[in-house]
């Protein structure tokens, strides 16, 4: 049973009340940039479960400040928790690397031993010869998971320093070569187009 007289006391209204709807924001925005995260992605079994969590936790927080309407601190405490959980939800989207991107490279140096470098370590590879303005390019095009862009980006900096490369998230993908790499998530599969 919570003790009555700490929760009227001015410590828990003004620092453990504000810190407690901080943390609770932080942890709702989060998981809601999350959910949305997997729901373009097509993760369809986590994403009811990630909901359910994040409105309970929203539930919970909503209702101190109605309960709380007289104490300012509050709402700065909500308004704070919503912009840190952004920033953090922004965060572990990213290290969390769904879905697949597309890297488009072009460079005007001779391609060759880029070229053989992403085929030894297995990303697929279109080449394309191309016509720039200052002359004659190469077009490389990767589809590769999103956590392999870095790698990828790694070695085309390594062999052609000057190149120019774009790099764009794509929705599905559909036949093409994919090399067999072990899973670090399985609760979940994304929909892919054809199946």
């Not at 009555?4 to 504000?18: A, E, K, R």
């Not at 969590?53 to 709380?68: K, P, R, S, T």
């Not at 769904?98 to 279109?126: F, P, Q, S």
């Not at 490369?165 to 599969?189: D, Q």
Request: one cysteine or more; proline letters at 4%.
């Amino acid at each position: 049973m919570p003790d009555i007289s700490f929760m009227q006391s001015d410590i828990y209204t003004f620092v453990v009340l504000p810190l407690l709807i901080f943390l609770a924001r932080i942890f709702d925005v989060s998981l809601g940039t999350m959910r949305l995260i997997y729901v373009s992605k097509g993760f369809k079994r986590i994403v009811p479960f990630i909901a359910f969590v994040e409105v309970l936790i929203w539930i919970i927080a909503i209702g101190q400040i109605m309960e709380n309407l007289t104490h300012p601190i509050c709402y700065v405490a909500y308004a704070a928790g919503f912009a840190a959980g952004n920033y953090i939800g922004m965060c572990l989207t990213d290290k969390m690397s769904l879905g697949m991107v597309l890297i488009r490279i072009l460079t005007k140096t001779d391609a060759t031993e880029l070229i053989e470098a992403l085929r030894a370590k297995e990303y697929g590879l279109t080449t394309v010869n191309g016509q720039g303005v200052y002359g004659k390019v190469k077009i490389l095009f990767s589809v590769v998971p999103k956590s392999d862009a870095k790698a990828v980006i790694s070695l085309v900096r390594n062999f052609n320093p000057k190149a120019f490369y774009t790099v764009e998230e794509i929705g599905f993908t559909e036949s093409g070569f994919f090399p067999k790499r072990k899973r670090a998530f399985t609760f979940n599969r994304p929909f892919r187009k054809g199946k």
